[in-house]
């Protein structure tokens, strides 16, 4: 007997991915490769700890000493450290496993940290651990995750007083350590924060590699990665070199593949306008990116975790520095990952599978995303607050956020919904982008050099991996793009232009302003290249405030600008230009803002957006009787009949979210479903298969062959095998046969970058274990 839904009645579709998410957070996130493992933790009852091999013995005001803290009120009974296994770093530093304490279970608390921006591939991918994962470290430097049944310690609360002077309460029943993860485009930044002073958020900006720009500390590092050589035909021998590690002049050298997560959107990236060295620079990375997968038998996805393990690893390192170890090793962790607004659930899904292979702790722990925009809107308003500045909001209120990065830029505008108890914002306009971020300049920087010195030239600076030619993008990056404000402050000014033209020799060019091998960049070539995307920007700026207006009749109250572009002054300056009387207000920490507000999308802070806008109209397709006089002519070529109940019936779409809805986040939407199964069913019948559909139709189409914009959104997969026949309705056919009927509501939550599905039925909460995009 084949399954019919009604009311909506709803088609069977093809089995799911399987998947099923540890905390309920973003499950509708699900593995998409086949190759991949997963099952279900709960977020109690896992934590990571690492061990190291040998043993030998250490005190604990020594490992206090070498951390530069003082640990006091651990616990009232006494702390000893036995089997310790010690490991020192090239930098130095001190690795600590085997504390146990009186009368409880040992614990590892050991460093598993890489130490250093060159290393080894191949850590295990979707290897899922039976009880407490463990991670070990070889000589190879490869980690792999083995189950060792351990339980956590009777570890009570304690104040840890680090080497700077400060305390931090710490309970590890309550607290947890937030740790956001901004990997964009040209930089990757991280920070972290604890629950329990939701008001401080750190960045890390010690990073290994080269000073930039005679600094030691910054907030983001280049998302660019050089693999080494494979040895003897194995894929993990191949080492790897990331961020400032990376020197300028190094040949191949990948970058931008954040964006090769979103293959779909690939004609998308391409600069607005179709400008022909985008397009040419976009086929270039597409050729070599498959030549450098293809060298080193890696995926896009498999580069990410990568990198993304070793900047994390990087990071760990440096909060234990800061952080007492053992509370680092042993608190509860939850990452936020920063995603642009425009992305497709696909890409998604993958930024999420590379952040589960990249590392075991956040394969074992809570992940979540976060929009870009919404994250700096958080730290934003956050910031606002810290400043005293929180008696000039007033409900009512409307703010643009424009997120300017390197890749895209996506703008987002809230409405203040309440100043007190606690600030909240509404999503009043939703979040539009393009991919016109600051690596488009760059774009437009080579397109120039093609100009004035030639295909040979430019062949030659790129020759052996195009060491010399990433020398000159380096300059331009670091030090032209930056700092540009105007053409007539540029050429007064006069201390950034000149860009070396290392590798080849070139004539002198005078009306080129090429000078004994080095270029001269006037105000003028700078104002050519910037403008084309400045212009976009300001066109997806004005779209913004236009519908804010549309919204609220009256102007947003100001322009939030934040992010790496977001800090040019060039950007600012048209902007501001362009809107008038709208201040563009620029925070402090604008490069940061991101992951700072990522941090926050998970703290119990002052800041929450209680509310966003549904993006498209998202709904299930029916299968209602057919009535002839009712219906249109073309209703009759998509007649089926229903074999349970002997009638005609014709697919209907039923949407439950139209496209602008204020989506509340913390109130459920239920799509209610019946099934009907036969009475001597098995245990399989009660697995079920639903679909949501989605369009992005200002008004939807009530049958879904009338437009061909409705297209499949996600296919779920409910196991309701818990229910028992007493839950059941039963039914009787036309002939006779008995069947029974199962009621059911797909329940969806609404979060900031996607939606989070469950089940319930007859009063019984289910899990949606499937979830295929």
Request: proline residues 5%.
């Amino acid at each position: 007997m084949s399954a019919t839904v009604a009311a909506p009645r709803k088609a069977l579709r093809p089995p799911a991915v399987k998947k099923t998410s540890a905390s309920g957070a973003f499950s509708w996130l699900a593995e998409a490769s086949a190759d991949t493992s997963t099952t279900t933790f709960s977020a109690t009852s896992l934590e990571a700890s690492t061990s190291t091999q040998g043993s030998a013995s250490v005190a604990i005001p020594a490992l206090a000493s070498h951390a530069g803290m003082e640990l006091t009120a651990l616990s009232a009974e006494t702390v000893e450290a036995s089997k310790t296994s010690k490991t020192i770093s090239s930098s130095g530093e001190l690795g600590v496993s085997g504390l146990t304490q009186a009368a409880s279970p040992s614990l590892n608390v050991a460093k598993n940290s890489f130490h250093s921006s060159t290393v080894v591939v191949g850590m295990p991918r979707n290897t899922i651990p039976s009880g407490t994962p463990s991670i070990s470290y070889g000589s190879s430097g490869k980690s792999r995750a083995t189950g060792t049944g351990a339980s956590m310690p009777a570890f009570r609360g304690s104040v840890v007083r680090t080497k700077f002077g400060g305390q931090r309460k710490f309970d590890p029943a309550k607290d947890r350590l937030i740790i956001g993860v901004d990997f964009g485009t040209t930089y990757t930044g991280i920070a972290y924060g604890f629950t329990s002073d939701p008001s401080t958020v750190t960045v890390i900006k010690k990073w290994p590699g080269h000073a930039v720009r005679g600094r030691n500390d910054i907030d983001k590092i280049p998302t660019v990665i050089k693999y080494g050589d494979m040895k003897d035909d194995d894929p993990e021998t191949i080492t790897f070199e990331w961020g400032h590690s990376v020197r300028g002049d190094a040949k191949d050298v990948i970058r931008g593949f954040k964006l090769d997560l979103d293959p779909g959107k690939r004609k998308f990236y391409t600069p607005a306008g179709g400008i022909d060295a985008g397009v040419n620079m976009v086929h270039s990375h597409e050729q070599t990116m498959a030549e450098e997968l293809g060298r080193i038998f890696k995926s896009t996805v498999d580069i990410v975790a990568d990198f993304i393990g070793a900047v994390y690893e990087h990071a760990l390192t440096k909060i234990r520095e800061k952080e007492l170890p053992i509370v680092v090793n042993t608190i509860k962790k939850q990452f936020v990952l920063t995603v642009p607004a425009i992305w497709s659930d696909i890409a998604k899904n993958a930024t999420l599978r590379a952040a589960r292979n990249a590392h075991q702790d956040i394969l074992v722990n809570p992940e979540d995303l976060v929009t870009e925009p919404e994250a700096a809107a958080l730290y934003t308003f956050q910031s606002y607050l810290k400043r005293g500045l929180g008696s000039s909001v007033n409900r009512g209120d409307t703010f643009v956020l424009c997120d300017a990065g390197g890749g895209t830029v996506d703008l987002i505008s809230y409405k203040v919904a309440a100043v007190k108890p606690r600030l909240q914002l509404k999503e009043v306009v939703k979040a539009t982008g393009g991919a016109v971020g600051s690596m488009m300049i760059n774009i437009g920087f080579e397109r120039h050099l093609h100009t004035i010195l030639g295909e040979e030239v430019m062949a030659k600076l790129k020759a052996d991996g195009g060491a010399a030619f990433n020398a000159i993008m380096q300059d331009f990056d670091q030090k032209v793009k930056p700092n540009f404000s105007s053409a007539e402050e540029w050429d007064d000014d006069g201390q950034n232009d000149r860009i070396d033209l290392p590798g080849v020799e070139i004539e002198d060019n005078e009306a080129n302003n090429v000078r004994e091998n080095t270029l001269v960049v006037t105000g003028d070539v700078l104002e050519s290249i910037f403008n084309p995307r400045v212009e976009d920007i300001e066109k997806l700026v004005q779209e913004q405030i236009d519908k804010v207006v549309r919204k609220t009749l009256r102007n947003p109250t100001a322009i939030f600008l934040v992010g790496g572009f977001g800090s040019s002054p060039y950007l600012s300056r048209r902007l501001q230009e362009m809107t008038k009387t709208i201040p563009i207000i620029r925070p402090e920490e604008a490069w940061s803002a991101v992951v700072r507000g990522a941090v926050l999308y998970k703290m119990p802070g002052t800041v929450e957006v209680v509310s966003s806008c549904a993006p498209t109209n998202l709904g299930v397709r029916a299968l209602v009787p057919y009535d002839e006089d009712e219906h249109p002519d073309s209703a009759a070529n998509h007649k089926i009949v229903d074999e349970i109940e002997g009638i005609e019936r014709i697919p209907k779409m039923m949407w439950y979210i139209y496209k602008d809805d204020e989506l509340k986040r913390n109130n459920a939407i239920r799509f209610p479903f019946f099934r009907d199964i036969p009475f001597d069913y098995k245990p399989e019948h009660l697995v079920f298969e639903d679909e949501l559909e989605e369009s992005d139709e200002d008004v939807p189409p009530v049958f879904p062959w009338e437009n061909q914009g409705v297209k499949r959104k996600v296919v779920l997969t409910s196991d309701l095998r818990g229910l028992s026949a007493d839950d059941l309705e039963k039914n009787e056919g036309p002939d006779g046969s008995r069947y029974y009927s199962v009621h059911y509501n797909l329940v969806v939550s609404i979060g900031s970058a996607g939606m989070e599905f469950s089940v319930e039925s007859e009063g019984k909460k289910f899990s949606v274990t499937d979830v295929d995009y």
